[in-house]
Structures are given as C-alpha cells and as structure tokens.
C-alpha cells in the first residue's frame, strides 16, 4: 500500500517519536519535509528520515508558499504555537496528527475544530493513553456493562521528582505566560480526557477544583540554598537536596533530550564539560529548583459532577517520590482498580455467596511507562491514524477533534474554578 506523505512540524522529541512510529515500526508513513527553526532538529531529520535540504524550512510560511505537497502534518510545536501552525495547514487540506493540548482556551479550540470540518480534515489529538492496552481494556469492559452505570472515576496523576524538574519546574513548561498552558492542561488533560471518555455516556455539569503553589517555592528552599546549584548552592546543603543537578541532571539524567536542548546541540552530542559548563552558566536546569520564578501550581484537585449524577476526582501532584497514574472506577454491578505504569488492574464483583467480593486480574506484560510509549500508546494512535486515513475506519480509542473537545473544556472549567475559589458550570 502506498505510503502516507508526512510533513513535521516541530522536529522534537514528541513528532519525532509519532514520526518514527509511522515510518520505521509500522511502514506505513514518508516524511517528506519538516520545519523547525533551529538547524540542528533540521539536520536530525535529514539523517533520521532521508528528508531532502530542499525540503527542511525555518518557518511554517516558507513551506505554506509550496501549497499542498503531503497527506498530512505531525504538529509537534510548543502549545502556544499549535493554532498558528495548524490552522493553516487544514486551510490547505492536510489531515493532522496535533500534540496535546490542542490549544489553551475555548475560542480557539472551537475554531480549529471548525476549521478542520469546513475543510473536510481528519485530525486526530494525541491523547495517548486512550491506545495503552491497559486503559482501552478498562473502556472495553465499561462500553461491555461488566460494571454496569458508573457512579464515580478517582484518578490520580503523581509527577515524579524529575519529570517534574526537567519538564515543569526548570523545563519549558515553567510559566503559563511563557509556554501558554497551565500545569492541569500541560500534563492532565490526558487524565481529564481519559474521565470524559469513559464516561462518555453523560456530559459534565458542575466543576470544582482547589490547589495551588505551595510547595516549590523559595520559602521552602533548603537553609542557606543558593540560585545555581554548581555556582553559589554549598555542597552540605546540595547533599540533602533532591533537587541537586549533580544527581539529576549529571549522575541520573532519565529523559536526557530536555536539559541539553538549550546548547544547540543533539543531547547524545553533549560533552560532559559542556554540560557542567551550560548548568553553570545560561542552562536554566541549573537553576534552584526553588528559585526558578515559576507560576504553575504544584498541585491541584478537580472535582466533576455529570449530567447523570455520576462524579469524578482527579488529583495531580509534582515532585512525588513514586510517580504513576492510577484509576478506580465504582459502577453500579463492579469496580476497576489499577495503576498504569504497572500494567495491571483488577475487576472486582460483589459475591453473595462470602458478602465480600471476587476479583479478576487483567495484566498487560509489555508494562511501556511514559518514558518508553505511553504504555504502548504512542504506536496506537500512528497506527489508527494512518488507519482512518487510508479510509480504514478506527478504534474505540479514536481521538477525533470532535471526541476531543470536552476533555478540553473541562480542563479550562476547571482552572477558571481554581482561580475563582468557586464551582462553576461546564455548559456557559
């Protein structure tokens, strides 16, 4: 079967792991041009993927000039950018694979779905872990009534200590104004997606959510902390500190492709000393986590009233010592519990016989947490995308514009809620 054309847009870490689903797991996609403004990605995608330097552009404008010349674009740019760099190109007739979140507010987001219906576009929304083996069987067993109605969804996200450096703490995603998502959007829209997709038979009605910034903040920095962790942090108060850069970012880096971006290299090029050098001096990873003027929350809680009477809770906290998401789903005839990154959860049902319950095990061997797939759902969506582009039709797990909307709206509910100190209304 001929190959799906593709043009990445934000030659980073997240389109280049889509990209190379497509391309080299599955067979089924061809990049044939990319955009990115910095040379070095630009030159990744030359070698990685055989883009010709004809084909490789600085700018979205520059590429718009050539009109249509693919099937499709992986849009893999920074939040802010999304509906500059993807409006264009449903304008022109490209489907579009979009990195979450697709946007950080209602207008826009609303726009680019109509934009992508007028133009008769398929785009899909990378919400993931709706593809993990482990959260599409939960959905399979709720669309299948082995629980019967849903009553209540608790989930919770806990960010570990060094995603939550590398990403939201020191990392790109550090100030709303700057990365133009909060925390909740950033990192849990996945979550509260997963909620309304579960529970896609009612609607949300009511949200409430609290939290706040209480945590990583200069007032709890360790005595005697400085601002640079290799420069003015002494080495007694550095030993104590779970933050230290020496162990983090030297000793124990776990997604190394985030800290070193900053020194216009690839991160595998990256020298030792120029490592030790750029945390010492314009690396904003060397910064106090403490000190390092974020505004996001650290952690926050969303409480969800649906249309049906059912509830959800989801809670979100940075910097814990075991990170994972985990799930417990109450229905009216069972309930689901499991933690994802172990790749397992168990179905209980009540048992008259004891008064107690019985309880099933599903287990998923490959267990691929976050850093390795999404648990598997990085190569779902390529592979339903490509899928639903070739006229295929698509899975339960489709995350079409259109079933991707309310997810969205909720997490903006929800922060209008946290800022307002008051429940509002899902519907305006």
């Known amino acids: 079967m001929e190959k799906i054309k593709v043009v990445v847009i934000g030659c980073g870490d997240r389109a280049t792991v889509y990209a190379k689903e497509g391309c080299k797991n599955l067979g089924a996609m061809v990049v044939v041009a990319a955009v990115d403004p910095d040379e070095t990605r630009l030159k990744y995608m030359r070698d990685e993927f055989g883009v010709k330097e ?67 576009c398929r785009l899909f ?70 909620i309304c997709w579960l529970n ?17 903040t200069p007032e709890n920095a360790p005595e005697g902390a400085g601002t640079r962790c290799l420069v003015d942090c002494p080495p007694e108060v550095r030993e104590k500190c779970i933050f230290d850069v020496q162990s983090m970012y030297l000793d124990n880096c776990m997604l190394p492709w985030y800290p070193w971006q900053c020194t216009g290299k690839n ?14 001096t314009y690396n904003p990873h060397g910064r106090c986590a403490y000190k390092c003027d974020g505004d996001l929350v650290d952690h926050q809680n969303v409480s ?47 048992d008259k016989k004891t ?23 990085d190569r779902g969506i390529v592979q339903d995308f490509t899928s639903f582009i070739r006229g295929n039709g698509y899975s339960v797990s489709c995350t079409s514009i259109e079933d991707s909307v309310n997810g969205h709206v909720l997490v903006f509910r929800a922060d209008e809620s946290l800022k307002s100190g008051k429940a509002v209304k899902f519907a305006k």
């Open 54 to 120: 004809e084909n490789c552009f600085k700018s979205v404008d520059e590429i718009l000039k050539r009109g249509k010349i693919a099937d499709c674009i992986i849009n893999g740019t920074m939040d802010q950018l999304h509906v500059s760099t993807t409006l264009p190109f449903l304008e022109q007739g490209y489907d579009v694979l979009l990195e979450k979140p697709i946007t950080n507010n209602e207008k826009d987001l609303l726009n680019i779905k109509d934009t992508a219906a007028k133009h008769g």
């Open 125 to 194: 929304v990378c919400h993931v872990l709706r593809y993990s083996p482990f959260y599409r069987k939960i959905k399979e067993l709720i669309m299948g009534g082995e629980i019967g109605k849903i009553v209540n969804i608790s989930t919770t996200e806990r960010v570990g200590v060094f995603h939550s450096s590398v990403a939201f703490i020191r990392g790109k995603w550090n100030k709303e104004k700057e990365c133009g998502s909060s925390l909740l959007l950033a990192k849990c829209c996945h979550d509260l997606d997963l």
């Open 200 to 216: 896609n038979s009612t609607v949300p009605d009511v949200i409430y959510s609290d939290g706040g910034r209480n945590f990583i």
């Open 267 to 280: 991160w595998w090029e990256v020298t030792e000393e120029e490592k030790v050098e750029s945390l010492k």
């Open 304 to 350: 969800i009233k649906f249309a049906d009477g059912s509830t959800a809770m989801h809670s979100m906290l940075l910097s814990s010592f075991k990170a994972g998401r985990s799930i417990f789903v109450t229905g009216t005839l069972g309930e689901i519990e499991g933690y994802a990154e172990e790749g397992r959860f168990v179905v209980r049902h009540y």
């Open 355 to 377: 008064s107690c319950y019985t309880e099933k095990e599903y287990n998923f061997n490959d267990k691929k947490g976050e850093t390795g797939g999404h648990f598997g759902g």
